[in-house]
C-alpha cells in the first residue's frame, strides 16, 4: 500500500526549485553509505546522484535493524529525536527525487493497457526493514481506503496528479451499538477524523503518513501518475501489521468524524510491472564489482 502524512500532518515539497534542490544534493559531501570495507558507495553503479545519496542513506540507516523487526518499529515510529532526525533526512533526500532518476517515463500508465488493473506496482526492493515500490495509476484508477498499523510511509509523487484523502484515526475501538440503529459495529471499527482531502501535483511533490497521522488514507488518480514508496517497517502479518481496508460513513451529526469499518474490497486489484531502474543493496550486504 501507499501513503502521505507526517507526524504532525500531511508534508508537500520543499517551495524551492527542483532543479536547484537537485543540485545543492549532487554536489554535497560523500554518501553516507559508504562502504566502510572498500570506501566505495554501496551504489557506485546509481547513475542518479540523487538517488544514489538516498539508497546509501537508507542502507546506513536500516544496517542496525536487519531481520530484529522490533527494532525496525522503533526505529521508525519511536516519536523522539531520532525518529525525527531520520525523517528530516529522508524528506530532504526525496524532495530532489524525479521519475527519470528510476528511468521510468510519462507514458509508463500505457504498460497497464489490456490488463484488468489499473495500478500497477514496481518493486524496488523488499526486505525485513522497509519495502521500496512505485505505483503507478492509470487515470481514474483508485487505491481503495487502507491502513499501514505502526508504520511510516515517505512518498514522492513522480509524475501526474492524484487526490489524497487521509483520516487519523482515535485509537479506541468501537464496541457500542449505532444508535441510529441499534446494531454493533464490526471487530476493529473504529471513530477517525478527517486529515486532508487535497490535490498532489502535477510538480513532483514529498508526503508522508506515521503510525497515527493520516494512516487511514485513500488515493484517486486524477491523471495516469506515478508515485515511489518508502514503507518502514514493512507489512508484516505475523507482526501485527496486515493491512486492513475500510469503508468510511460520516458521523450522523455532520461532525469531522468517520466511523471506519474493516471491510472487503471487491474488484481491487494491482498488476506487478517489471522495474528495470537502479536496484537497492541493503546495508547489511555487500557489493560484488
Avoid at 60 to 81: I, N
Avoid at 91 to 100: G, I, M, N, P, T
Avoid at 195 to 213: A, I, K, S, V, W
Amino acid at each position: 500500500a501507499v501513503g502521505a502524512e507526517a507526524g504532525g500532518g500531511e508534508m508537500l515539497g520543499s517551495d524551492a526549485p527542483l532543479a536547484a534542490a537537485r543540485g545543492a544534493a549532487e554536489v554535497g559531501a560523500p554518501s553516507p553509505g559508504a562502504d566502510d570495507d572498500r570506501g566505495r558507495s554501496l551504489h557506485a553503479a546509481v547513475s542518479s546522484p540523487a538517488l544514489r545519496l538516498l539508497f546509501d542513506y537508507l542502507s546506513e540507516v536500516t544496517a542496525t535493524w536487519l531481520v530484529d523487526d522490533e527494532a525496525a518499529v522503533a526505529a521508525a515510529t519511536d516519536g523522539g529525536e531520532r525518529d525525527a532526525a531520520f525523517a528530516a533526512k529522508l524528506r530532504q533526500q526525496l524532495d530532489v527525487l524525479r521519475a527519470s532518476d528510476f528511468e521510468i517515463g510519462m507514458d509508463e500508465a500505457r504498460r497497464l493497457n489490456g490488463s484488468q488493473s489499473k495500478v500497477g506496482y514496481l518493486e524496488v526492493y523488499s526486505g525485513p526493514e522497509l519495502t521500496l515500490c512505485i505505483f503507478v495509476l492509470q487515470q481514474g484508477a483508485r487505491i481503495p481506503l487502507h491502513d499501514h498499523p505502526q508504520m511510516r510511509v515517505f512518498g514522492r509523487l513522480l509524475f501526474g496528479r492524484m487526490r489524497l484523502i487521509s483520516y487519523t484515526p482515535e485509537g479506541i475501538p468501537v464496541v457500542e451499538p449505532d444508535p441510529a440503529d441499534g446494531e454493533r459495529p464490526p471487530p476493529g471499527s473504529c471513530w477517525a477524523s478527517l486529515q486532508h482531502n487535497r490535490e498532489l501535483g502535477p510538480l513532483p511533490t514529498t508526503y508522508e503518513l506515521d503510525p497515527r497521522n493520516g494512516n487511514i488514507h485513500e488515493l484517486h488518480a486524477i491523471e495516469d501518475t506515478a508515485f515511489f514508496d518508502v514503507v518502514t517497517p514493512p507489512y508484516n502479518i505475523v507482526a501485527g501489521r496486515g493491512c486492513t481496508y475500510y469503508a468510511a460513513t460520516q458521523d450522523s451529526e455532520g461532525k469531522n468524524r468517520f466511523l471506519m469499518v474493516p471491510t472487503n474490497v471487491a474488484g481491487f486489484t494491482t498488476q506487478a510491472l517489471e522495474y528495470h531502474g537502479p536496484r537497492f543493496i541493503p546495508g547489511r550486504s555487500r557489493p560484488t564489482w
